[in-house]
């Protein structure tokens, strides 16, 4: 299993996520409703939206897993964060980086995976929506669309929680 590096802006990454005031939030309808949306819309047993903080990813919203949070350094999304377009592993059995990840050799049996980053017009990566299936697969460039537009329903949600400078008031 291969680590995913730390981004270079990561002190800055992680100063934007908290000042979002959203890490161990309770559930919220708003976000649900897209990771419902996205398991449906692609049948898949797992759609998250994960938050990474500095060792460890957070599920804002979850379908298809008990946990709240897991390691980052077993995270795929770890490694969805370091660029800006979608991470699509088709089988994370032959991706070096996966193969021998728990979360692929045991439960939850994670074999695809689909990452889209959470950007804020800054460029800082906060985390992912991610879509994930216990057998291999690939996305077609309709569903690469599909996500990203998904990507942009909770990247609004997220902008319109931040709280606003109080100078701008």
């Not at 802006?9 to 309770?26: C, G, Q, S, V």
């Not at 692609?42 to 994960?50: E, G, K, R, S, W």
């Not at 088709?90 to 959470?118: K, M, Q, S």
Request: proline fraction near 8%; charge should be negative; hydrophobic fraction near 45%.
């Amino acid at each position: 299993m291969l680590a995913a590096p730390i981004p270079p802006n990561e002190a800055e990454r992680i100063a934007a996520l908290y000042a979002l005031l959203i890490l161990d939030t309770p559930r919220e309808e708003r976000f649900d409703r897209v990771v419902e949306f996205a398991a449906a819309e692609f049948d898949v047993p797992i759609a998250l939206i994960t938050l990474l903080d500095s060792d460890r990813q957070w599920f804002k919203s979850c379908v298809g897993l008990t946990a709240c949070e897991t390691g980052r350094d077993v995270s795929f999304c770890g490694h969805a964060i370091l660029r800006a377009e979608i991470m699509v592993v088709p089988d994370a059995l032959a991706d070096p980086r996966f193969a021998d990840n728990p979360l692929v050799t045991g439960p939850p049996h994670i074999r695809f995976y689909a990452g889209a980053p959470l950007l804020l017009p800054n460029g800082y990566a906060l985390g992912t929506l991610c879509i994930i299936d216990t057998r291999p697969r690939q996305l077609d460039d309709v569903e690469l669309a599909i996500l990203s537009t998904l990507r942009g329903l909770v990247m609004q949600e997220l902008q319109s929680a931040q709280p606003k400078d109080a100078s701008h008031a």
